[in-house]
């Protein structure tokens, strides 16, 4: 009987085991069907995030070239604006080269000066000529006076100081020994600050209100031309 007890007991164990290893199984086939579905969608979700990115993407290229398109469009502009600013500044050289030049000489002959070589864009190098000392808008120049004028649009106080160091070069030139030499400037626009200011170094100021009228202005009390 006891034996028989035994083999009871073994058979419900067993069976009891095979239950458990069923249950186990359904359960990891469920876990494995769960886990298939969360991959499925997790792998719809990073297919979705690449689509929407590969969109952004393409939208912003598409973007960006429009913007590459409208800077060369700019760029084309600026070039055609630059030539014509060029074309027009070289025929503003020219007008002021044939006009106001001429009226300036006879400005300053007027008070004496009798200039007899006037010369324009003039470029002073070196000895070796190897290097460029000054640049003078225009020269007017006799057998003892010498003046270097700056024609300016607008005249500011940075351009007085230039035309100071400009003068300190021209009077270490071996060309100019014996001659004063005089600083001038032709300007269209005469704000009072810059004017009073080079009026007050020693310059001269010419102004320019069209290129048919030239006057040289006065000097304030108390100063007068500089010679270097």
């Known amino acids: 009987m006891g034996k028989e007890l035994n083999a009871e007991a073994v058979l419900a164990s067993i069976i009891e085991l095979r239950a458990s290893i069923a249950e186990q199984r359904v359960s990891m086939a469920e ?14 979700s990073i297919a979705e995030q ?3 990115l590969r969109a952004s993407i393409e939208l912003t290229n598409s973007r960006l070239d429009k913007t590459n398109e409208r800077l060369d469009k700019a760029i084309e502009k600026l070039v055609e604006n630059n030539n014509k ?29 009798g ?16 290097a460029n000392l000054a640049e003078v808008d225009a020269l007017l ?7 270097a004028v700056e024609a300016k649009t607008e005249m500011t106080v ?12 021209l009077r270490k030139i071996p060309r100019f020994k014996g001659k004063k030499i005089y600083g001038a400037f032709s300007t269209a626009v005469a704000r009072k600050r810059p004017v009073n200011y080079a009026l007050e170094q020693g310059f001269y100021v010419l102004q320019q209100p069209d290129v048919m009228a ?12 500089k010679a270097w």
């Open 50 to 52: 690449g689509a929407e």
């Open 158 to 169: 940075s351009d007085v100081n230039i035309h100071i160091k400009r003068l300190n070069v």
């Open 141 to 147: 120049e006799n057998g003892k006076f010498v003046i």
């Open 85 to 113: 600013i060029g074309s027009l500044t070289n025929k503003l050289g020219g007008i002021i080269e044939s006009i106001v030049i001429p009226r300036i000489v006879e400005k300053f002959n007027e008070k004496g000066f």
């Open 115 to 130: 200039f007899d070589s006037v010369s324009s864009n003039v470029e002073f190098f070196n000895e070796d000529k190897t």
């Open 31 to 44: 876990q494995g069907k769960r886990s298939d579905e969360e991959t499925a969608k997790l792998r719809a």
């Open 214 to 225: 030239v006057k040289i202005l006065d000097f304030p009390k108390g100063h007068s031309a």
